[in-house]
Nanobody
């Protein structure tokens, strides 16, 4: 049974930073695309960023230049460094891991950006 365990969410002031972590169990991490999605109240879940096994990355336009995704295959962990946070970044952030025929989600971690 594959599990994704997120950590690092919380309350931060505008302009602040947070780092999210997602640790995966199992053996497919190093061959999977891993990433972060978010869902704000009343909105659809959207891709924030993902990183492929070759470390190529993709970012949503709204976070480009502010967020950085990285992976550590030795620790089966993906990170999302979030800088210059804005109130519109407030959402539940979900970790995702996928490869051919397999798609896994974490339970989500709340990020709130507010003064």
């Amino acid at each position: 049974q594959v599990q994704l365990v997120e950590s690092g969410g919380g309350l931060v002031q505008p302009g602040g930073s947070l780092r999210l972590s997602c640790a995966a169990s199992g053996t497919i991490f190093r061959i999977a695309v891993v990433g972060w999605y978010r869902q704000a109240p009343g909105k659809q879940r959207e891709l924030v960023a993902n990183i492929a096994p070759d470390s190529s990355t993709k970012y949503a336009d709204s976070v480009e230049g502010r967020f950085t995704i990285s992976r550590d295959n030795a620790k089966n962990t993906v990170y999302l460094q979030m800088n210059s946070l804005k109130p519109e970044d407030t959402a539940v952030y979900y970790c995702n891991m996928r490869t051919t025929g397999l798609d896994y989600w974490g339970q989500g971690t709340q990020v709130t950006v507010s003064s």
